[in-house]
Every structure is written in C-alpha cells, then in structure tokens.
C-alpha cells in the first residue's frame, strides 16, 4: 500500500493508519495500489484481453498481433518511463467504443476477482469498514478499475483514462497519466465516473417559435378525471401498455371502452379476459380494471364499427376516441393492409364526427415518412408524397381498391401494391398504406379535433408496465435475433440513426397528447422518437445487440454457445454484403448441391434464402435512408406538466442510456418473450416465466 506523496505533513496531528511508506496523518487520503497489492502487474495481459475480443474477426487478429509485439517493450520503458509503458500498449485499444471497453472491463473483473490476494483484500475492507479515506490507484484503465471498486466497495479511484471521440477511443491516455509504478503526484478525483456513456439531454433548454401560449400548466390528473376514453386496438401491444398505465396513472377516470372484435372463436368477453390476465397488466388492481374498463364487441373493418344501435349510441358521448390498431406486417396482402390500416381509420372518422364532441387520437407510424432523407418534422402534406410529387389521396384510395379487386392472385396483389409505394416513395406497402391513411384523415378530418401520433420502432419497456416487457415478434426481434447467430456482415451505413423507442415512453405521450386533446390545445401531429435529441446510430446499435448476446452465451456451455462468442456482426457496405455474405454463399451452395445433392445442403440454401429475404425486407430502414424524426411537440406537453406529476406522466428520451438498455433490458427481453416464437416454441413457452 502506498500513501501519495503530495499529503502534507502536519505537525501536531494524531497519526493512526501506518503504511509501507511511513504515518499518514488523520483524516489523508489513503491510495491502495491494484497492481502488487491487491494484484499482479499484468496490463498487457489486459490489453490482449480487450484485443482479442475486438468487434469483428480481422480487429481481434490485428489488435491481438499488435498487443503481443507492443508488450515485451512495456517493461522496458517502465524502466526509463513510466508512462511511456503505458501509452504504448495503450494504443491497441484505438477504435473501441465506449460501450464495449465498459462492458469487457466488467467481464475482466469477473476474471480476475478469484485471484485477488485474500489477505489484502480483507485488510482493505477493515480500513473501510473503519472509515478510513481509501482510493483505489492504479495504472490500468477506468473501464477495469471501477467495477472493481465497485465490488470492493471503493467510491473513490484514480487510474489512467482514454480519450473518446463521438464514443470511440482514440488511443491516447488523457493526463494525468499513472505509470507503472511510482508515487501518486496529483490531486485524485472525489468519485467513481460512470461505467457506460450516458446520452442524457435531458438539461438541454428546448426553443420552439410558436403562436400560441406554451407556459399554461396542463394537468393529465384534472383533464382526464371523469373522462370515458373509447380504445380501439386495447389487446394490441401499445394498445396493453398504455392502458395499464391510465388505470395506474388516473384511477378516477371515468371509463374505458374497449372495442374488441371476436377472433378465433373467441368473442369480445373471452378476449377481454386474455387482456386481463396479461402480463402487461399483472400490476393492476383486479377490482380496479372491473370498475373502469367495458368491453364492446364490434369491428373496425365495417361500417359502423359493426355496432349495436344501442351501444353505438351510449359511446357517441365519450370524450375521447384512441385507434391504436394496425396492421404492422411490412409487405402484406393488399386486401387486408387497405382494411386494417385504410378503411378502419375512416370508420373511427366517420364514428367520431358522429359523436357529440369527442377528440380524436390516431396511432401512426414516423415512417409513413417513406425515402424521405434528413429531418423530418411533425407536420401534415396530404398533397406530397415522400418522392416529392403530387399526390391526390381519394385518387390513390380508389386505385388501390380497384387493384384489390381486380388481381386475384395474393402475391401478384403485393407485387403490384410494392410497385406502386415505391413510386410515390413509400418502401413497401405498410408505409403506403399507414401515410395514406395519414393524408386522408387530414383532408377529411380538418374540422375535426384531432392528432396523429407517430411513434418509431416501438420497443421494450424500461419501466412500466415493468422492466423489459415485450410481446411477439415485433420490428426488430427476427433482425436481432439473426445478429446472434453466425451470421457475420450486415449491409448498413454506421452513422445512420436507429430510431428506437421504448413502448412506456410511447404511452407516456400518447396520455399527454390525450389531455391536450380533451383540453383542446394540441397540434395535428406528433412524433415520439428519439433519432434527434438521443441519437443511436446502427454501428452502435449493432455492437450493443453483439454484447449482450456475448453476456447471454458466457454464461452457457458447449461448442455452440462458444461458437456464438466468436462470431459478432459487422456493419458493411451492400457491395461487400453481396460479394462475401448470404447472396454469395447461397449460390456456392446451390453450386454444391448440383454436384452433391445432399439434404444438409438443401437445408443451408433454404436458410441464407430465408437470411436475404429479411435483409431485403429490412434495407429501408437500416441502409436505403438516412432520417431523424423531430419531437418538439410532445416535448411543450411536458414542460407544461406539473411538477407533482412528472414522475407520473413525464415524457424526456433523453434519459434513455442505450447501452444499459440493449444488453441489460431490450435483448433479454426479446430473448425470453420474443425469440421462443421465431424458434417455432409455442406461445405460452414465451410467457411461461411471467
């Protein structure tokens, strides 16, 4: 144990802890080196540690072969220059990100805490225990050093420090550098720094031109209080969601419809009941969901809603109408896509000008923003496409009826119906469909009180209903999942923004935009995304889903689980996607396979078929555009909540650590309700846990 040098000796006060280098004086900071005291000196041993778990196959070689002819010099310049050691092996860690050296220093202390010397420890802890100032010094890197604080129980740390730009490492040490060996000579810092990057904007002043009044208070609990809300897609995923919340949030709202059609024998009553027993809703008082919550059996896809004169009249007094229904399917049938996404959202239309003076909340998506490239604000052109041209929404609503009708062939019907988004601009027939609606509420809904609300990729909860709850096989659970297989090279542009967004933050919102609606204060649109003030852009989104695979298969056993750990997914150019990945090894198989027609080659052409498949199906949103979605509006209804109320209803994504949340929350919860139903394992497998 060593005392750093820079502690004045004063005369006069009581001495009390004594150390290899001398008394130090009451209340000194007390500095325990890592290395030789609880430890062996061993940073290079680290450095092939991080570098033979680099991100990507070539990296680990390069970086490895660097670290093993960079390590025999590091004593020898410790030597002459302490730090000269340092930055040298050091340099091999130039393009980690932030993320991984985090996550693979924790993964080191793992390694290492079996062979820390017990004695050592035992006496540090008594120092603690006794109140003694202790910082934990050492020459190795913060990523290694303060989860071991951490286990130790150690607040306080000083160590070297990389420099990171945009979250990637440059190589240097930041100063003041600790070398090998040596006293401490400079001041040390009074706490532990975070282990992950924290992206939070949540500080940053929001600045809006706006005509109208934004400092008017807007209480959810006194605008939703006696309200009877009507809630179309209630069994959906969001649909779940956000009704556990309002029964959380507003216990004395009024009532809450849910209009259900019956499916698969089962009618509206039986249905209700499978939303009750959700997992979604297990924190949600019983008697509380009987009291509020009624159950109406109709159709979106009819007329009507396929109501009872009578029940249609008793919900044309309701205050609010929300269609969170949807169909999600990219490429579906024509048919079904016009029905669920088209012709519903005009029934709920039709139904709402009925009504006596409800406002009206449609669920859509950012991406009916179609090509559209760079910002994307929250405004309504019904008369433009995403290609810019001119564009009469009753006109494509009738071509596209008369194309359903006339092609009898459903795969003819999609061909043609992904023919034509693609003119307008539109990536495939979902987006047509969902920017269709969109351009048609608009027009005939003008007079109407009424937003649209576009979430992004709707994703795994971080809070409510409770820590990673998901369900089905959503966006992006079939592309995650193929990122923990074998699967090595994803076309995809790094810097290109992944907009995620976790399924809480959406309802958190949609209640927000619900009050301004009740209130009359609200916009025509609204975007709930996180691709402008908390950007994740695919390279990072990638090397997360890579370590929390990593974190999943470490703890398993077998040649399989092993094979997983080697093998991570690189971004890469489409060019070298198709001169190396799945096109090119499906046509050397199929080349095999006219030479040897085996069943296990078969097999493995019907699987990189079905991989470049979904490549194909997902390029729109990962390679072919580069867009970031503002979310100014929801951002005024939350400025305008009351303090007692923003932990309730509070809407900020800036406080989203994406690090934490792909491998602690968003893969382990895709992992346990999402990826049993892509392996074919039943529904009730999947939620077996619950």
């Given at each position: ?439 048609l509420l608009a027009t005939r809904g003008h007079d109407l009180p009424m937003a649209i609300v576009r979430p992004s990729i709707v994703e795994t909860s971080t809070q409510e209903p409770f820590r990673g709850w998901n369900e089905g096989v959503n966006t992006s659970a079939p592309l995650s999942y193929l990122l923990g297989t074998p699967f090595r090279q994803l076309p995809t542009r790094e810097q290109k923004r992944l907009d995620v967004i976790p399924v809480d933050l959406v309802t958190r919102g949609m209640t927000l935009i619900a009050a301004a609606l009740v209130r009359r204060v609200h916009h025509r649109c609204y975007q709930l995304a996180t691709s402008d003030k908390n950007p994740c852009d695919m390279r990072r ?125 968003h893969i382990p919860a895709l992992r346990r309700w999402a990826y049993p139903l892509i392996e074919g394992q039943p529904k009730t497998a999947a939620q077996s846990e619950a």
């Amino acid at each position: 144990m060593r005392v750093g040098r820079r502690i004045p000796q004063v005369q006069g006060q009581e001495w009390r802890v004594e150390s290899a280098s001398g008394p130090v004086p009451q209340g000194a900071d007390i500095h325990w080196r890592v290395e030789g005291d609880l430890a062996p000196p061993d940073v290079v041993r680290q450095a092939l540690f991080f570098a033979g778990r680099a991100h990507g196959m070539r990296a680990r070689a390069v970086r490895t072969l660097a670290a093993a002819v960079a390590g025999p010099f590091v004593p020898l310049l410790d030597a002459a220059n302490p730090r000269a050691g340092r930055r040298l092996i050091h340099a091999v860690l130039r393009g980690f990100s932030r993320d991984r050296l985090a996550f693979l220093g924790e993964e080191y202390v793992e390694r290492l805490w079996p062979t820390l010397r017990p004695a050592a420890v035992a006496r540090l802890r008594r120092g603690l225990d006794a109140g003694d100032p202790i910082v934990l010094t050492s020459s190795w890197l913060e990523h290694v050093v303060v989860p071991l604080g951490r286990r130790l129980g150690v607040a306080r740390i000083a160590c070297n420090r990389l420099e990171f730009r945009d979250g990637i490492a440059t190589g240097r040490l930041l100063d003041p550098v600790v070398g090998g060996r040596g006293p401490v000579r400079w001041p040390i810092a009074a706490a532990t720094r975070p282990t992950r990057a924290r992206s939070s904007c949540s500080d940053r002043p929001i600045v809006v031109f706006h005509d109208r009044q934004s400092d008017a208070r807007l209480s959810v609990q006194q605008t939703l209080r006696g309200r009877e809300i009507l809630l179309l897609g209630g069994t959906g995923f969001i649909g779940k969601v956000w009704l556990a919340n309002l029964l959380r949030g507003v216990p004395d709202i009024g009532r809450i419809w849910l209009l259900i059609r019956p499916r698969h024998g089962c009618d509206a009553g039986a249905r209700l009941d499978q939303v009750r027993t959700s997992p979604a809703l297990r924190e949600v008082d019983p008697d509380l969901f009987d009291q509020k919550v009624a159950v109406v059996q109709g159709d979106l896809a009819q007329p009507g809603l396929a109501l009872e004169p009578a029940v249609r009249e008793r919900l044309q007094s309701v205050d609010l109408v929300v269609n969170s229904a949807g169909l999600t399917e990219f490429n579906p049938d024509l048919r079904l896509a016009l029905a669920v996404n088209v012709d519903a959202a005009l029934h709920v239309l039709d139904f709402v000008r009925g009504c006596s003076g409800a406002a009206l909340l449609h669920l859509s998506t950012c991406f009916a923003a179609g090509r559209r490239n760079g910002r994307v604000d929250e405004t309504l052109s019904p008369r433009e496409t995403p290609a810019d041209r001119a564009f009469d929404p009753e006109h494509e609503y009738a071509a596209l009826h008369e194309l359903a009708r006339s092609v009898d062939v459903a795969r003819e019907r999609r061909a043609q119906a992904s023919a034509r988004a693609a003119i307008h601009g539109w990536p495939n027939t979902y987006t047509l469909t969902k920017g269709l609606a969109e351009a048609l509420l608009a027009t005939r809904g003008h007079d109407l009180p009424m937003a649209i609300v576009r979430p992004s990729i709707v994703e795994t909860s971080t809070q409510e209903p409770f820590r990673g709850w998901n369900e089905g096989v959503n966006t992006s659970a079939p592309l995650s999942y193929l990122l923990g297989t074998p699967f090595r090279q994803l076309p995809t542009r790094e810097q290109k923004r992944l907009d995620v967004i976790p399924v809480d933050l959406v309802t958190r919102g949609m209640t927000l935009i619900a009050a301004a609606l009740v209130r009359r204060v609200h916009h025509r649109c609204y975007q709930l995304a996180t691709s402008d003030k908390n950007p994740c852009d695919m390279r990072r989104s990638i090397e997360l889903t890579a370590l929390a695979h990593r974190k999943h298969y470490r703890k398993q056993i077998g040649l399989q689980a092993w094979l997983r750990l080697s093998f991570e997914t690189v971004p890469v150019s489409r060019r070298r996607y198709r001169a190396f990945s799945a096109p090119r090894q499906k046509a050397l198989v199929r080349g095999l396979r006219r030479v040897l027609p085996l069943r296990v080659l078969r097999r493995a052409e019907r699987s990189l078929d079905r991989v470049e498949k979904l490549i194909e199906l997902y390029a729109p949103f990962i390679y072919d555009t580069d867009q970031f979605f503002t979310a100014d509006h929801v951002r005024l209804l939350n400025a305008a909540l009351p303090p007692e109320e923003r932990a309730d209803f509070g809407y900020d994504e800036g406080r989203i650590d994406w690090s934490e949340y792909w491998i602690d929350i968003h893969i382990p919860a895709l992992r346990r309700w999402a990826y049993p139903l892509i392996e074919g394992q039943p529904k009730t497998a999947a939620q077996s846990e619950a």
